[in-house]
């Protein structure tokens, strides 16, 4: 089953607006990744932090990996109509089998114009 | 083409039959990982291949599912005797590397559904 929390949920919200989203677990992980789904698309990489404490931007995305290395956050600045679709965090957990991620149960971001 | 190709896209299949999905990784990489995804769910691991050699099959629900990469290439997913739980979409990713950063890169799945 699923071993991270993510929230919210569903966000929506009108364009030019800031998103922020959440991810947190009760065990620690080495490794915290975002993903975005597209429908009928697999999840696409869109930030990837390998150390705690660390922040890392990509264009209007910045995420950040928690000191305690149980939760990471994405935020999206100034949103645009194709920032549309499911956010998922992921994670490597300590211990697991290397590339064996653990996935959130997404954040389901509408957009209006 | 220079992703990872899965087939077929959509399957269909009535409970009690075997179904093969195929994956091609993109050329050149290592690991090659199957994910499987519910309905409204972030996708859950079920096996791992590092070249030919299945390093990791503990996600496996059931021995109905079986996997292999003969070659260290194209991967197969199969499940025997397909039951009403098994309808997910089935994703398979790669990375360049035996590293595993964490960065892979997803086909497109293969969505099952079992009638």
């Known amino acids: 089953g699923q071993q991270l929390n993510q929230s919210p949920q569903s966000m929506f919200i009108q364009e030019g607006e800031d998103v922020s989203m959440n991810c947190t677990s009760s065990?620690?992980?080495?490794?915290w990744l975002w993903y975005k789904q597209d429908p009928g698309e697999g999840p696409v990489l869109l930030i990837a932090?390998?150390?705690?404490?660390e922040l890392t931007s990509n264009g209007r995305l910045t995420a950040q990996f928690g000191i305690t290395r149980k939760d990471s956050f994405l935020n999206i600045s100034a949103s645009i109509p194709s920032d549309v679709g499911i956010y998922f965090c992921a994670g490597q957990r300590r211990g697991s089998t290397l590339g064996r991620l653990y996935f959130g149960r997404g954040t389901q971001l509408t957009v209006w114009p | 083409g220079a992703g990872v190709s899965q087939s077929p896209r959509y399957k269909v299949a009535k409970r009690g039959q075997d179904v093969a999905l195929r994956c091609d990784p993109i050329?050149?990489?290592?690991?090659l990982f199957w994910y499987q995804q519910a309905l409204g769910q972030g996708p859950e691991f079920l096996t791992y291949f590092q070249n030919e050699a299945q390093l990791d099959k503990s996600g496996l629900p059931s021995d109905r599912f079986f996997a292999e990469r003969p070659e260290g290439s194209v991967s197969t997913l199969k499940i025997q005797r397909t039951q009403q739980e098994d309808s997910a979409v089935y994703l398979c990713a790669s990375s360049l590397s035996g590293l595993n950063t964490g960065e892979l890169f997803f086909g497109e799945g293969s969505r099952l559904t079992v009638l």
């Open positions: 065990s620690i992980f080495n490794t």
């Open positions: 050329s050149g990489h290592v690991s």
């Open positions: 932090l390998y150390k705690a404490g």
